[in-house]
């Protein structure tokens, strides 16, 4: 079947979901025809594959070890789970990919906790860290051994190498390892005019997920360990994480191409020039709100009342992914194939509501229910010893006086004695003394029962949650 003839293909249409949208670039298909010869060892020792260890090693730090992956999600499972223990956590930012797209990939699969914090504008800093990491040494918390940012954010904004730098600082004065997400790095290192080691491993990160895919890539990422021994195990993890591949080499003639030379550069550069170019042209648009800056390839955009298409003769923007709910902002985005889509998001609010106070109970309830449960402990106290009983023969004559009426206000003072400290076992030989043995213990049966239960309800009322 030709290309064509699918239904809903249109080569030309563009849209603004996702950078994932775009096909490949033409010297990466070209890269990988050229890969496409003959037998190559399996696995990761094919020629490609050590042809991109040497290529890292110049352009991030010499000592730097590449581990090629299929995708993001796998790079940052994998990354992360290497670079901590099984009793690890990561403090991330509420916005972040992995807290929010992975399907709790890092969680599952990783067996990672994700400390994740407000970050309004994507961004950590040592500051909003700090808050969050406690709590070394106490063995009923998750332990914060990482921080992970994303470069550039998930919110289009990118950390300056002094910011990373300021962040990798405070990581690892608290003996932290820095991760940092790289789906966008290039996007944001052609906005911020530096090379991939400044904003990586010459300010401090530790372990980098080096994006290919959203660059143009058909399909390949990697993990990059820029500090020794900050991850562990990595040559086992990306089996174990399904994440090997087979034919590597596949995989390295990708990246091969796209790092070599200044592809990287050249496409992401066009992405965000292409994103700049989209922002001039919503700013035109009065009813078009645009609160955060636009330096890699996202412009977010709140359109009016969910609207499909722009005003004013601006191309149609495809709403093509479906809402968050609750979200009202449209994150549009551009990517160097010079497609775009429009995607309704949500990651400017906060998926989480406050932890403090949420569902408690007012501190005046509590001391109300208290101050009850205090008072009725006093008057049981109070009739023990204040109120006096009739006699036996008083009370066999009621009895035989009363019926069954007699028998049902026997069962309820029963249940009644049964929510007071007053011990059951004198209701139980009254039981007997009144009715005899049979009837006797059907009747203290039922008032005994009835006053556990009550004694139950009395209690989670006063002394628990509201039930
Ligand atoms: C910030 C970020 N990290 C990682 C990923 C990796 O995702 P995937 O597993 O789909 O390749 C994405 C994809 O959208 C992303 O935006």
């Not at 890292?56 to 790079?75: D, K, M, S, W, Y």
């Not at 990672?112 to 800093?125: F, I, M, N």
């Not at 690892?172 to 966008?184: A, N, P």
Request: charged residues 15%; contains cysteine; glycine residues 12%.
């Amino acid at each position: 079947m030709s290309i064509s003839s699918l239904p809903d293909t249109d080569q030309h249409r563009r849209t603004f979901a996702s950078d994932n949208y775009s096909g490949a670039h033409p010297e990466v298909m070209a890269a990988l025809a050229e890969a496409n010869v003959g037998h190559a060892p399996a696995y990761g020792d094919d020629p490609w594959t050590a042809q991109l260890k040497e290529l890292v090693g110049r352009l991030f730090a010499p000592e730097a070890e590449v581990h090629p992956v299929f995708n993001g999600t796998g790079a940052n499972v994998i990354g992360l789970q290497a670079a901590l223990p099984r009793w690890g956590a990561v403090i991330c930012a509420y916005s972040a990919h992995i807290q929010n797209d992975e399907g709790a990939a890092p969680e599952k699969t990783g067996g990672l906790k994700l400390l994740a914090l407000d970050a309004p504008d994507g961004k950590l800093t040592p500051e909003l860290v700090e808050g969050r990491a406690w709590g070394w040494g106490d063995p009923h918390r998750a332990q914060p051994l990482a921080v992970s940012i994303t470069q550039s954010t998930e919110l289009g904004t990118c950390y300056t190498p002094d910011e990373v730098r300021a962040l990798a600082e405070c990581t690892h004065r608290y003996g932290m390892v820095l991760h940092m997400d790289g789906s966008r790095l290039g996007n944001a290192a052609a906005h911020l005019g530096a090379s991939l080691a400044e904003i990586t491993a010459d300010a401090g990160v530790d372990v980098l997920s080096l994006g290919g895919t959203k660059n143009g890539l058909m399909g390949a990422e990697a993990v990059v360990v820029l500090r020794p021994h900050a991850a562990l195990g990595m040559e086992y993890l990306r089996k174990t994480n399904m994440q090997l591949g087979s034919k590597m080499r596949f995989l390295s003639a990708q990246l091969l191409a796209l790092y070599e030379g200044d592809l990287w550069h050249r496409s992401a550069a066009h992405a965000n020039a292409m994103a700049a170019r989209l922002r001039r042209g919503l700013e035109e648009i009065p009813e078009v709100g645009l609160d955060l800056p636009t330096q890699a390839n996202v412009v977010f955009a709140v359109l009016p009342g969910g609207q499909e298409s722009s005003a004013r003769g601006l191309p149609l923007l495809r709403l093509a992914w479906p809402p968050w709910p609750g979200a009202s902002d449209v994150l549009l985005r551009h990517h160097p194939g010079g497609c775009g889509c429009a995607r309704r998001c949500g990651v400017r609010r906060r998926p989480m509501t406050s932890e403090a106070g949420d569902g408690a109970e007012p501190a005046w309830l509590s001391l109300l229910r208290n101050a009850a449960l205090g008072g009725v402990v006093l008057l049981m106290i109070w009739l023990v010893f204040n109120v006096d009983l009739p006699s036996v023969d008083a009370l066999q004559q009621m009895a035989a006086d009363w019926g069954l009426l007699g028998i049902l206000a026997f069962i309820g003072l029963y249940a009644a004695v049964g929510l007071t400290p007053i011990p059951v076992t004198v209701m139980a030989a009254a039981a007997g003394v009144l009715y005899g043995v049979a009837l006797g213990s059907i009747v203290a049966v039922i008032g005994v029962t009835l006053g556990a239960w009550g004694a139950y309800w009395l209690a989670r009322l006063l002394g628990s949650e509201p039930c």
